[in-house]
């Protein structure tokens, strides 16, 4: 299954059997049918929180899906420190976590570190294992991009101070502890919340 963000709304992707305890609409996609239509009409209408698409094949409507929306993917990290605290940063008057673009040959994975290091400035960090990727769309110069994250779980045993990149519009990076992430998950991204709270 699929969960694409539309800001703090969602369309799922998936086959019947996942559908079944959804409460809202559930449109059946039929190969070759568009869905231009129907993503552009949830988009728009603000009332509908969630809508659930299915299909025989979810790698055929997964592919049609992107191909509706200028397909970008970037890489980041929730990375923690010895003490356990998590690098939040600040950007945008939302609390974020450090990502960003994958560049022209890097992996995934260089992108995620180089994002955190250029967003955070901080270095020497290790990858622990990969988390789930996110997905969420916004518009950008009459474009719909659908962005998908890929995320990693880092640590950092340094002792440097964290640095914001300014010219990203970050205007503040700090570790915060587990007890401490109230304030953060009240005012992030829901597509953010998912990483904070996975295990």
Known sequence: MYKVFFKDRIIFLGDKSESVNFEGMVYAWIEDQSLEGLILEFDEDESKEAIFIVAEDLDLLFQHFVSCFKYIEAAG?????????????????????????????????????????????????????EL?????????????????????????????????????????????????????????????LEVVNEK
């Not at 929730?78 to 939302?94: D, G, H, M, S, T």
């Not at 570190?113 to 290790?126: A, I, N, P, Q």
């Not at 518009?139 to 990203?168: A, C, F, N």
């Open 132 to 192: 789930n990727s996110t997905y969420h769309t916004y518009w950008m110069k009459d474009k719909h991009i659908l962005k998908r994250t890929y995320w990693y779980q880092m640590s950092y045993s340094g002792s440097e101070t964290p640095v914001p990149q300014t010219e990203e519009d970050i205007q503040e990076v700090k570790w915060l502890s587990p007890d401490k992430l109230d304030e953060f998950k009240a005012n992030t991204y829901a597509s953010i």
């Open 77 to 129: 990290g929730k990375v923690f420190n010895p003490n356990q605290q998590i690098l939040a940063i600040y950007r945008l008057e939302k609390w974020d976590l450090p990502k960003g673009k994958v560049e022209k040959g890097e992996s995934v994975r260089e992108a995620a570190v180089r994002e955190v290091e250029e967003e955070c400035g901080v270095t020497d960090l290790k990858i622990e294992k």
